[in-house]
């Protein structure tokens, strides 16, 4: 047997390594996944990873009221199921928040006035009275019940078809696309200037722009918009535009994007710089025909973090954009659907799958292109 064949304990590290990242990475994405397909009743219940098996939940039915009434032999009926169409086994119930679990399944519970309720372990329940109920409220029946796993598509349903949607997702895309490319565009020239062409000053805007990573958003945000309100207002330029957004995201991109392109173009070989420069070339010639394709790598990487900070933010958005119908994006129409108090909160799970299928795509589209780069510079650099 050949030594090689035989995988050394590092070997054996680094692949369980590996796999305890992967599995760390996967299982909150299959939760997220698993629990956007439940019932949310069974969400609130119990967690993602006892979607397949009987969830016992206890919560509150009320009965109909008057209207639902039938006579029966000189008695006045109102009967249903507490589980409105669903499955599930009562255990027991109770007519009272105090003593949820007062009485087992097909008892009879003495209410006021000769009322009785009757509940099955089906969920019927039935509610006799000699005398005629009154009023559009009926009564209240607490339970507990052991209720199968349930799978739909409600939580999906509810977020797509939420009014204003589609507006919101089409505001995200015109602000992502533009300020997405306009940061690289203006980057990578900078970003070469820094790399290969002599001028003074050149270490102190490299030190200023190291400088400028460590700058909070939050803190450069509201003079930011200040000056831009203040130009924008000397020249006529309304202050809630895509323009303000788009030179917003392109300020707060600039400086990492300078400085992973110019380190990335550091260190490309300057064997073929010179060689260009022999030729005649310019610096623009040289950058366009060699240093651009030469950079697909990095130009791919800062473009899928440039995109997927873009289209997840709310704050910058809010702030330069506004919030109002026409112009809210798809991360604050979302927000606004979970209500005032986070009330619908079920919706998050649906919510977040629907929000990936865009940064997903750009991913895997750049991450071809990212391939492709890679292997076009092995060969030109050869």
């Known amino acids: 047997m050949h030594k090689g064949s035989i995988r050394s304990p590092l070997t054996w590290a680094v692949h369980l390594s590996v796999l305890f990242l992967v599995v760390i990475w996967t299982l909150p994405t299959a939760g997220l996944f698993i629990s956007a397909l439940r019932d949310k009743d069974q969400i609130v219940a119990s967690g993602w990873w006892t979607a397949l098996s009987t969830s016992t939940q206890n919560a509150m039915y009320r009965a109909p009221g008057a209207e639902s009434q039938v006579e029966e032999n000189g008695a006045f009926v109102i009967s249903g199921n507490i589980f409105e169409g669903g499955k599930g086994v009562v255990t027991a119930f109770g007519t009272s928040s105090q003593d949820p679990a ?13 009322e009785k309720l009757t509940v099955a372990e089906s969920g019927d329940f039935r509610l006799t009275s000699p005398k005629a109920f009154e009023g559009t409220r009926g009564q209240r029946i607490f339970y507990t019940a052991g209720i199968p796993p349930r ?12 009014e204003g949607i589609g507006k919101s997702f089409l505001n995200s895309l015109t602000v992502a696309v533009p300020s997405t490319i306009i940061p690289i565009l203006v980057a990578a020239f900078a970003a070469y200037a820094l790399a290969w062409m002599k001028f003074p000053g050149r ?16 803190m450069s945000l509201i003079p930011l918009l200040r000056m831009y309100n203040s130009v924008g207002g000397f020249f006529g330029v309304p202050s809630k535009t895509y323009l303000g957004i788009w030179l917003a995201h392109m300020g707060f991109g600039l400086p990492l994007a300078i400085y992973l392109l110019r380190n990335y173009i550091a260190g490309l070989p300057r064997e073929i710089m010179e060689s260009a420069r022999v030729d005649g070339a310019s610096d623009f ?21 440039q995109f997927l900070w873009t289209w997840n933010d709310l704050l910058v958005a809010m702030v330069f954009l506004g919030t109002g119908d026409n112009e809210l994006v798809l991360t604050g129409r979302l927000v606004n659907l979970l209500g005032s108090r986070g009330g619908k909160w079920e919706i998050l799970t649906a919510s977040a799958f629907i929000t990936i299928i865009v940064p997903l795509l750009v991913f895997f589209t750049l991450q071809r292109y990212l391939v492709r780069g890679l292997l076009a510079g092995s060969v030109k650099g050869g």
């Open 102 to 114: 007062a009485y087992e399944p097909g008892t009879t519970a003495e209410l006021k006035d000769g």
């Open 151 to 162: 799978f739909t598509l409600e939580n999906y349903k509810t977020v797509l078809t939420a």
């Open 203 to 218: 270490a102190i805007i490299l030190a200023v722009i190291v400088g400028l990573l460590v700058v909070p958003l939050q």
């Open 285 to 305: 010639t040289i950058f366009m025909k060699i240093v651009l394709p030469l950079s697909y790598p990095a130009l791919a990487s800062f473009a899928i973090f």
